[in-house]
């Protein structure tokens, strides 16, 4: 009897091992399936701000230089190849009427046409002389008479115009308008073409402001808009008053921006090439304006949140007029009186469960 007992002993050691850990087991799954039947949806704290509708308006900001107006360059230039003696003047340098530029004489090129056109004109009267008497003795006709006083006439005018120019000897060539030197386009000792130039000068009223202006700001530029001009090295310089004349529709390739050109007050004497900031007021308009922190980046777009019955609802804008405070936007479903999320609206998502406060 005490050997059968000794051998059920530790099968029933065993069995109450077994049931004891299959009771612990149940008891502690049933405590984590009531633990994560009484977990909660996440609750966002965020803070609101009304949407508005109401004016706005900002001030676009570009920079530029003094140019001169597109085709109004003055090239002075002469119609026979010339060489530079000495030039007289420099690129900036103010001009008035009938100063002297630059120093030229006639090239030995042009001195040979000189010499061919006083032969050819003393060749050509002789022979006109020569017909002529011919002509009284009844020995050349009226065509020949008629060709040989054409011929004279023409070399004659030739040399002339030559003379004329001053291709004869030394000058100096000097400017027939008030303005600026914008380039000098030879040195002392180049010979210069016929026609080339040899200085462009510029009108004081005749410059303008070149402005790169960024893309997405041209849609608040017009034409005839009013621009402050302040002179960037300049720092207590007054600043300029102008109007836009030009606002080109297209992007420059190499600034990637789009060219505006402003007009500026005759009498300012402004200096080319000087570089300005300009600023431009928008014209004010109503719209839908919220706080900027409110709008989001998401994608190549942007979204901001509104809340409804404490959830959270997403809507994609687009983005216009920008201060420093304030962004105008527009969407679908924006309706003015509604809030807007401010505060918190970067761990947001479409529908998610909000407590929200008003913003004071």
């Known amino acids: 009897m005490n050997r059968k007992?000794?051998?059920?002993?530790?099968?029933?050691?065993?069995?109450?091992?077994?049931?004891?850990?299959?009771?612990?087991?149940?008891?502690?799954?049933?405590?984590?399936?009531?633990?994560g039947s009484n977990q909660k949806d996440p609750v966002a704290q965020v803070t609101l701000a009304p949407l508005q509708r109401k004016s706005i308006a900002d001030t676009v900001t570009a920079y530029g230089s003094v140019i001169?107006?597109?085709?109004?360059?003055?090239?002075?230039?002469?119609?026979?190849?010339?060489?530079?003696?000495?030039?007289?003047?420099?690129?900036?340098?103010?001009?008035?009427?009938g100063q002297a530029l630059v120093e030229i004489e006639p090239s030995a090129q042009t001195q040979l046409q000189l010499s061919e056109a006083r032969n050819a004109a003393k060749a050509a009267q002789q022979?006109?002389?020569?017909?002529?008497?011919?002509?009284s003795l009844k020995l050349a006709t009226n065509q020949d008479f008629g060709v040989a006083k054409k011929s004279a006439e023409t070399a004659q005018l030739q040399l002339q115009t030559l003379e004329k120019q001053g291709a004869a000897s030394a000058q100096q060539v000097t400017s027939d308008l008030t303005g600026v030197v914008g380039k000098v386009d030879v040195q002392d000792g180049q010979i210069v073409p016929?026609?080339?130039?040899?200085?462009?000068?510029?009108?004081?009223?005749?410059?303008?402001?070149?402005?790169?202006v960024?893309?997405?700001?041209?849609?608040?530029?017009?034409?005839?808009?009013?621009?402050?001009?302040?002179?960037?090295?300049?720092?207590?310089?007054?600043?300029?008053?102008?109007?836009?004349?030009?606002?080109?529709?297209?992007?420059?390739?190499?600034?990637?921006?789009?060219?505006?050109?402003?007009?500026?007050?005759?009498?300012?004497?402004?200096?080319?090439?000087?570089?300005?900031?300009?600023?431009?007021?928008?014209q004010a308009h109503e719209t839908f304006v919220v706080p900027r922190s409110a709008v989001l980046p998401e994608g190549?777009?942007?979204?901001l949140y509104t809340v409804e019955k404490e959830h959270a609802v997403q809507h994609r804008v687009q983005l216009g007029i920008q201060t420093a405070l304030e962004t105008e936007v527009f969407g679908k479903d924006l309706h003015?009186?509604?809030h807007v999320v401010v505060q918190g609206n970067y761990e947001l998502s479409d529908g998610m469960a909000v407590a929200a406060e008003k913003k004071s």
């Open 127 to 135: 022979e006109l002389e020569q017909t002529q008497q011919r002509f």
């Open 194 to 212: 016929a026609g080339n130039p040899l200085v462009e000068l510029v009108q004081q009223n005749e410059i303008e402001v070149k402005l790169g």
């Open 300 to 303: 190549d777009g942007y979204v």
């Open 336 to 338: 003015a009186g509604e």
């Open 68 to 97: 001169t107006q597109p085709g109004k360059t003055h090239a002075v230039s002469v119609a026979y190849e010339t060489r530079i003696k000495h030039l007289l003047v420099a690129p900036g340098e103010a001009v008035s009427v």
């Open 5 to 35: 007992r000794w051998i059920w002993w530790p099968v029933i050691v065993l069995a109450a091992v077994g049931i004891g850990y299959w009771l612990g087991h149940r008891s502690g799954g049933g405590s984590a399936e009531t633990s």
């Open 214 to 282: 960024e893309p997405e700001d041209v849609v608040h530029v017009k034409l005839g808009q009013p621009v402050t001009l302040y002179q960037v090295h300049l720092a207590g310089a007054q600043p300029v008053q102008g109007k836009v004349r030009l606002l080109t529709q297209r992007v420059d390739p190499d600034t990637r921006m789009v060219d505006v050109y402003v007009t500026l007050p005759n009498d300012k004497g402004l200096l080319l090439d000087s570089y300005f900031r300009a600023e431009l007021k928008t």
